[in-house]
């Protein structure tokens, strides 16, 4: 049986003791966990590592958590969770203004936070323990994100690691209208975000393998 796909989760917090406890909680609950200490090596990792699930702290001691929060939604839309001491309604309607799919105020306690987390990676058609995620069917065509495969009129189609990772993010954003900009950094990085040919070639050669008269 194929191992399932885990969930990277990204936690950006300058609090050695918040990080060890959330890598802890995280990871009991099937996620791996990278960590930063700093907006800078956090935006790094996000750039590099394409995380699944982002927990950001705001009071960084190198910039703002608000300010990374809008860098980082430039190039996806995975979920992000705030985690942080600033209390007033200002700061939280800025953080989810900039991006957030929700703010939880510290201290926490673990069962709400898995809750919230639940909730967010649910909105982006993810889940905690399945790994990759759910199944999709559109017409003949079956996705199991977990299983990494592709069926059309119950046969496979072999898609080369690029197709997969297109279609993957296609599938997670099902009826989202998602710009070519964004698809660009989701499956190639952010240094590939004004190379439009990319995607066109391999959006073509999707259509090709999956669809009947494409």
Known sequence: MAKAHKLLALVIDDEAAIRELLRTTLQ???LEVIEAASAREG???AANRKADLFLIDLGLGDGDGVDLIRQIRTWTHRPILVLSARTQEQQKVEALDAGADDYVSKPFGVSELHAR??????HHGL??????GST??????????ARRS??????AVRLTATEWRLLEVLARHAGRLLTPRLLLREVWGPGHSEQGHYLRI????LRRKLEADP
């Open 43 to 45: 935006a790094t990792l």
């Open 150 to 155: 592709v069926l059309r009129d119950g046969v």
């Open 28 to 30: 009991a609950e099937g």
């Open 117 to 122: 987390i639940r909730v967010a990676l649910r």
């Open 136 to 145: 999709l069917s559109m017409g003949a065509v079956h996705i199991d994100l």
């Open 202 to 205: 391999y959006v073509r050669q």
């Open 127 to 132: 889940s905690l323990h399945s790994g990759a």
